[in-house]
């Protein structure tokens, strides 16, 4: 079962556009969401979750319709956000006994649960735990209400790296019985390389790759040659850097069975962001 | 609907809002002096506050992922308002009866008698109507709106103030107990036009806040 599957989603800003969204998430995987600063990843979550209109384009979560079915789905799914948590001011144990009127799945048990697991305690005010300890909180709020699709946007930004480390053991532990899934916005593609099964790659407001890690990686090649080799090989090459060895760039796996006279690398995902970066997002 | 009304109350609105209109009421104890200030405090103070507060509670985010329709996201939030707004009127009217009773009615500015209250229910009318469904176009941006309304409830405080001080027909009917009749008229008014400002408020926000998202 498909957990998510959003179609040619659209959204235009007068300065920035998100042009013909396509992604699927299959039920039991987690997805990372890759892309630098401003590409489009946050944009593309609050506007598959109906925090933001779309212009255009479906989105269905549960193979279910979300501008039909938005009240139903949202009772099995959550969204967290790294960077700015809610209520700053207010203890937890207040936030909780909001939130949980909401759901009719909430289980106090699990919560509780959760709440020692992750060693918090209720009584702190939000802005009082540290970056980490508020993902964590989130993740408890999440798994309370028995979600099944949980999405996180950036929840590893400003967390030093054990704190990342433990974060990432936890979304693999959440995923491992197959019920729950998860999609996870990130610009540090370690974490990806940690715990991601799926990787959808977006670069200037448009999808680049979403596939399997390890088909993204062997879609590219990374190849390695003297200055001079350049002119020859500019029109397959996505980006290149020059130094004064020779240059580096990026060229699709296909184009590789032409070259001989360049050394061929397999690439990381930062290599292709990086790339990508470079040319603009130009396929 | 009901939990939705009450997290605004309990984790949206700072407690101290809710102190505001004793504070506010309070200052109807000051003898001879514009009385409809009372009531701007609201205004300036609380709302301002309110509405930078979910801002940095970042209760869009949270409330939008509640399993709960935009319809009634919008129906609390202005519900909570008028709860505080009923708080500010009804604390202000026992406190202006206290005034009444220890200083007399007497007032060189606007007396704090039945149509006082009328005109007062009409300033809120003017607010919601200016800023509610003006906020709810983006439903974080209140600046812009929170400028129109203040001019506009500032230039009805003020004209309300100068008739009666400079047109002395119109302190006459507002005042005078020949006019009782008109002047509960007023009250009548001011309380239909408050109610017909909040449904007419809360008509336009969904319908903004809906296209928004």
């Known amino acids: 079962m498909n957990v998510l599957e959003i179609k040619d989603l659209n959204k235009a800003y007068p300065s920035f556009q998100l042009k013909d969204i396509n992604m699927t998430l299959e039920k039991g995987y987690i997805m990372g969401f890759i892309g630098e600063n401003g590409a489009g990843k946050t944009t593309t979550l609050r506007s598959m979750l109906n925090i933001t209109a779309k212009d255009s384009g479906s989105v269905h979560i549960f193979e279910k319709d979300m501008n039909k079915h938005e009240i139903d789905i949202k009772q099995d799914i959550a969204f967290m956000s790294g960077d700015s948590m809610f209520f700053p001011r207010s203890r937890l144990y207040k936030i909780t006994n909001i939130y949980k009127k909401f759901f009719k799945n909430w289980n106090d048990e699990i919560y509780n649960n959760y709440m020692s697991i992750f060693g918090l305690d209720q009584n702190k005010k939000v802005f009082e735990l540290s970056q980490g300890m508020k993902m964590k909180y989130s993740l408890a709020l999440a798994l309370s209400h028995q979600a099944k699709f949980i999405i996180l946007d950036e929840p590893t930004s400003g967390l030093d790296p054990v704190a990342r480390d433990l974060l990432l053991e936890i979304f693999q532990s959440i995923v491992e019985d197959g019920e729950i899934s998860i999609l996870f916005s990130t610009h540090i593609t370690s974490d990806l390389e940690k715990c991601a099964d799926y990787i959808t790659f977006i670069q200037n407001g448009k999808i680049i790759e979403s596939s399997s890690k390890d088909d993204l990686l062997d879609h590219y090649r990374l190849i390695v040659g003297a200055n001079e080799l350049l002119p020859k090989y500019k029109d397959i090459l996505i980006a290149h850097k020059k130094n004064s060895f020779g240059f580096t760039g990026l060229i699709h796996t296909e184009d590789a069975s032409k070259l001989t006279d360049v050394e061929l690398l397999p690439p990381t995902l930062d290599d292709i962001m990086i790339y990508f970066s470079m040319n603009g997002g130009r396929k | ?213």
């Open chain 2, 1 to 213: 609907m009901r939990y939705l009304i009450e997290k605004e109350l309990n984790l949206n609105i700072p407690k101290f809002y809710f102190i505001m209109p004793i504070l506010a009421a309070s200052l109807m104890m000051i003898p001879m002096w514009i009385y409809v200030i009372v009531f701007m405090y609201f205004f300036w103070i609380t709302i301002p506050a309110i509405y930078s507060a979910y801002n940095q509670q970042n209760d869009l985010s949270f409330t939008t992922m509640l399993p709960v329709r935009k319809k009634d996201i919008v129906i609390s939030k202005i519900s909570a308002l008028v709860i505080l707004q009923l708080l500010h009127i009804v604390l202000g009217f026992i406190m202006a009866m206290v005034h009444n009773q220890v200083y007399g009615t007497f007032n060189i500015f606007f007396e704090l008698n039945i149509a006082f209250f009328g005109f007062i229910f009409i300033l809120f009318a003017i607010f919601n109507i200016t800023f509610l469904p003006g906020y709810f176009k983006t439903a974080y941006q209140y600046g812009k709106p929170l400028l129109i309304s203040s001019i506009s409830i500032t230039l009805y405080g003020a004209s309300i103030e100068l008739l009666n001080v400079f047109v002395p027909k119109f302190h006459h009917w507002t005042h005078s107990p020949d006019y009782l009749f008109l002047q509960w008229g007023i009250l009548v008014a001011g309380i239909t036009l408050y109610a017909l400002s909040i449904l007419f408020s809360i008509k336009l926000s969904v319908k903004r806040f809906e296209e928004r998202l």
